[in-house]
């Protein structure tokens, strides 16, 4: 794992998602960082490992057309197959529809969909799953996390790692909660949060050193949604925001320099207004 004293530097690449969870928007960003001169780069032919959910493995619904072919991962082709193709990587997806990060660390865990699915009647999860009915990307048999560890450890000349995870906690929250999760939504960060840590202490345990992250979450509470709907400006919703505990990508920024990963002039260049 890389010391404290090792920077990262950070990219210009800045990306934006937005989900739905309950009634309640949450708007999130990101910046990458990038790794210092000290990390070897991104080169053709280097191994590139893709993880997360659908929006990785390429899923599509059976009323597209054309109609997807579930029993050939290969019918399916997410963003990691565009990387790959562009930087001349190679890859391994080992992404599967409706993996939560709970079933990514124990896939024995509730998933949206993976390993297995809630069901509505009985309001418990069955063991239905896309992994049991159709091949993935990449087969293995434990955990997502179990497996990508065990694959960095193989190959330690990976110089690529993305990740996206996150939206079918959300989304199976709200399948099992009466009010759609809006009063479960705490819980549920605070559960993103702990889980996130564990994935991320597990790829990086492996030795990996490559990308962290700047991030700026925003939940829709009621006050936020008393402005949108009365036009207030963005930088008074942004700074109604903070009031309520959502860190800026700034913000964000200064607790990673608090820890040694970047610094003061890579945060204020990459987070400048």
Do not use: W
């Amino acid at each position: 794992m890389p010391s404290k004293s090792r920077h990262f530097r950070l990219s210009a690449l800045t990306l934006g998602t937005v989900a739905l969870v309950g009634t309640g928007l949450v708007a999130t960003s990101g910046t990458t960082l990038a790794a210092s001169s000290s990390v070897k780069p991104v080169v053709a032919g280097a191994p590139y490992l893709a993880l997360g959910d659908s929006i990785v493995f390429g899923y599509r619904e059976s009323n597209n057309n054309p109609a997807p072919d579930y029993s050939n991962a290969a019918n399916f082709k997410g963003y990691p197959e565009d990387i790959a193709a562009a930087l001349g990587l190679d890859l391994t997806n080992a992404s599967c529809p409706g993996e939560t990060t709970s079933s990514m660390i124990d896939k024995n865990a509730a998933s949206n969909g993976c390993e297995n699915s809630y069901d509505a009647s009985s309001g418990q999860q069955v063991p239905v799953g896309y992994r049991k009915a159709y091949p993935l990307h990449t087969s293995y048999k434990g955990s997502q996390l179990s497996f990508a560890e065990h694959f960095l450890k193989q190959h330690p000349g990976t110089r690529l790692v993305t990740l996206t995870i996150g939206a079918n906690d959300g989304f199976l929250c709200q399948k099992q909660t009466s009010d759609g999760c809006i009063s479960e939504f705490g819980d549920l960060q605070t559960k993103l949060k702990k889980n996130l840590q564990t994935i991320f202490k597990g790829i990086r345990g492996t030795g990996y050193k490559g990308r962290a992250g700047l991030y700026e979450v925003m939940a829709l509470s009621p006050e936020l949604r008393r402005m949108i709907l009365r036009g207030a400006s963005v930088v008074e919703i942004r700074d109604q925001a903070v009031s309520e505990g959502m860190l800026t990508l700034r913000m964000d920024g200064m607790k990673k320099i608090e820890r040694g990963i970047t610094t003061l002039e890579e945060v204020v260049k990459e987070t400048a207004e």
